[in-house]
């Protein structure tokens, strides 16, 4: 199978790119990069849940833009670089514990924007949050 991916990377050194930032401190973590999407994982607990103990709509925003953000960056070629220009997100059920998953998939990957869609299930696979990220292409 042909994969979308331009730049080469493994799992480890992707997850290495996530430190010292906001997806280290969310405890982000990429679990797989298949040749058409990427997948991730986050856990729901002190660092990501809002006051009333449920995963925080914002902590979702941010698992989706990183996401979107990394597998835009994989698709370009070595000089490039994106940087998101719109997120929306539709948050349709809670979650209050364990973790999400996440899959990034591209909805267009042209020369100078992309759309990313990233869907965040629980851990029953029930659909959380449906996300939508766009990046402009930079280089």
Same mark, same amino acid.
């Given at each position: 199978?042909?994969?979308?991916?331009?730049?080469?990377?493994?799992?480890?050194?992707?997850?290495? /790119?996530? #430190?010292?930032?906001?997806?280290?401190?969310?405890?982000?973590?990429?679990?797989?990069?298949?040749?058409?999407?990427?997948?991730?994982? /986050?856990?729901?607990?002190?660092?990501?849940?809002?006051?009333?103990?449920?995963?925080?709509?914002?902590?979702?925003?941010?698992?989706?833009?990183? /996401?979107?953000? /990394?597998?835009?960056?994989?698709?370009?070629?070595?000089?490039?670089?994106?940087?998101?220009?719109?997120?929306?997100?539709?948050?349709?059920?809670?979650?209050?514990?364990? #973790?999400?998953?996440?899959?990034?998939?591209?909805?267009?990957?042209?020369?100078?924007?992309?759309?990313?869609?990233?869907?965040? #299930?629980?851990?029953?696979?029930?659909?959380?949050?449906?996300?939508?990220?766009?990046?402009?292409?930079?280089?």
């Amino acid at each position: 199978m042909q994969t979308i991916w331009k730049k080469t990377i493994d799992l480890d050194a992707l997850n290495d /790119m996530g #430190k010292n930032c906001l997806i280290e401190h969310l405890g982000i973590v990429f679990t797989a990069l298949h040749p058409t999407h990427l997948e991730a994982e /986050m856990p729901v607990d002190s660092r990501t849940c809002q006051p009333f103990g449920l995963l925080h709509g914002g902590a979702s925003v941010v698992l989706a833009e990183s /996401m979107g953000s /990394m597998a835009g960056w994989l698709t370009c070629r070595e000089e490039q670089n994106v940087v998101g220009i719109e997120v929306n997100a539709s948050h349709h059920r809670a979650v209050a514990s364990g #973790k999400v998953t996440a899959v990034c998939q591209p909805l267009h990957l042209g020369g100078q924007i992309q759309v990313w869609q990233i869907e965040i #299930k629980n851990l029953r696979g029930k659909l959380c949050c449906s996300a939508r990220l766009t990046v402009t292409v930079l280089g």
